[in-house]
């Protein structure tokens, strides 16, 4: 009577294993291959799914047409993102790195029920507070203006939690001290030593916010009607509500879409290994 291997379950889990990661990499690849095929070819390939006949390759005339549509509008949607979510995220983990110093390094008056608001304020859904958040910025005259999407993403709850447990693991109190005793104070121990130690944090807080920005819809929806004020993902809304009347513009919003993830994936190439170090941050100690 034959007895399965020892190894049999360990190996019937691999092959499941690998068969969910497959999955998981195709699911995740394919829109992003169908996007690269079609934004190579026109408009009538596009609607014929028709991506292998190279006869029909038109990927230079299509960002050519990108460009000059609506006297160049997609370059100031362009710039307005890369204003909106590499300066936000620039500052917004800034202040999340901070706050979360702060919270880790110092005792105040009220601590622990202020860190638990922004615990709780963290479950609060984003689009929950876009009407508020317009009310507020029509009453002191911010709304449909840069500032307007800029100051809502530089505080971010969630930044300020990671920039604790970061704090927590990689700023050792005695480094503080010796810094105190060498006659620095507090803000400059932060900038000198803190902030530097809290690198990867800092990057990892800088990623996440990034890509929230970038693919920020819902918020400069609400914030404003100035079209030469609009981010790309709100820009190609515009052109995909024009689409039905006009085709044309379907090709456009392909290559468009396209080139709009270049800044995040040239952000997580460079980045990637203080994205890395941090996402380890106190898993040992």
Same mark, same amino acid.
């Given at each position: 009577?034959?007895?399965?291997? /020892?190894?049999? /379950?360990?190996?019937?889990?691999? $092959?499941?294993?690998?068969?969910?990661?497959?999955?998981?990499?195709?699911?995740?690849?394919?829109?992003?291959?169908?996007?690269?095929?079609?934004?190579?070819?026109?408009?009538?390939?596009?609607?014929?799914?028709?991506?292998?006949?190279?006869?029909?390759?038109?990927?230079?005339?299509? &960002?050519?047409?990108?460009?000059?549509?609506?006297?160049?509008?997609?370059?100031?949607?362009?710039?307005?993102? !890369?204003?909106?979510?590499?300066?936000?995220?620039?500052?917004?983990?800034?202040?999340?790195?901070?706050?979360? @110093?702060?919270?880790?390094?110092?005792?105040?008056?009220?601590?622990?029920?202020?860190?638990?608001?922004?615990?709780?304020?963290?479950?609060?859904?984003?689009? =929950?507070?876009?009407?508020?958040?317009?009310?507020?910025?029509?009453?002191?005259?911010?709304?449909?203006?840069?500032?307007? =999407?800029?100051?809502?993403? !530089?505080?971010?709850?969630?930044?300020?939690?990671?920039?604790?447990?970061?704090?927590?693991?990689?700023?050792?109190?005695?480094? !503080?001290?010796?810094?105190?005793?060498?006659?620095?104070?507090?803000?400059?121990?932060?900038?000198? $030593?803190?902030?530097?130690?809290?690198?990867?944090? @800092? =990057?990892?807080?800088?990623?996440?916010?990034?890509?929230?920005?970038?693919?920020?819809?819902?918020?400069?929806?609400?914030?404003?009607?100035?079209?030469?004020?609009?981010?790309?993902?709100?820009?190609?809304?515009?052109?995909?509500?024009?689409?039905?009347?006009?085709?044309?513009?379907?090709? !456009?919003? =392909? &290559?468009?879409?396209?080139?709009?993830?270049?800044?995040?994936?040239?952000?997580?190439?460079?980045?990637?290994?203080?994205?890395?170090?941090?996402?380890?941050?106190?898993?040992?100690?």
């Amino acid at each position: 009577m034959s007895t399965a291997s /020892p190894s049999a /379950p360990r190996q019937y889990g691999r $092959v499941v294993a690998n068969v969910v990661v497959g999955v998981s990499v195709l699911y995740a690849l394919l829109p992003l291959l169908w996007l690269l095929l079609a934004s190579t070819v026109d408009a009538e390939a596009l609607f014929a799914s028709d991506f292998f006949d190279l006869s029909n390759f038109a990927f230079i005339d299509n &960002i050519r047409a990108l460009l000059a549509q609506d006297d160049g509008a997609y370059l100031t949607w362009y710039g307005n993102s !890369l204003l909106y979510a590499v300066g936000g995220a620039a500052v917004g983990a800034l202040v999340s790195t901070a706050a979360g @110093y702060v919270f880790d390094k110092f005792e105040f008056a009220g601590k622990r029920a202020l860190f638990a608001l922004i615990l709780i304020s963290v479950m609060v859904p984003a689009t =929950v507070l876009a009407l508020p958040l317009y009310l507020l910025a029509s009453d002191i005259g911010l709304a449909n203006t840069v500032w307007a =999407v800029l100051i809502p993403v !530089l505080f971010n709850p969630f930044g300020v939690y990671l920039a604790r447990m970061f704090s927590a693991s990689y700023v050792p109190n005695e480094v !503080l001290e010796a810094a105190r005793v060498d006659g620095a104070n507090e803000l400059r121990s932060f900038f000198s $030593v803190g902030l530097r130690m809290l690198a990867p944090g @800092y =990057v990892t807080i800088f990623l996440f916010q990034l890509t929230a920005i970038w693919n920020n819809f819902f918020l400069p929806l609400v914030m404003l009607n100035d079209t030469s004020l609009y981010p790309l993902s709100l820009g190609l809304y515009s052109w995909n509500s024009t689409a039905p009347i006009n085709p044309d513009y379907y090709p !456009l919003m =392909v &290559i468009g879409s396209l080139l709009a993830l270049l800044p995040l994936v040239i952000a997580f190439l460079f980045l990637q290994r203080y994205w890395r170090s941090g996402l380890t941050a106190g898993s040992v100690k």
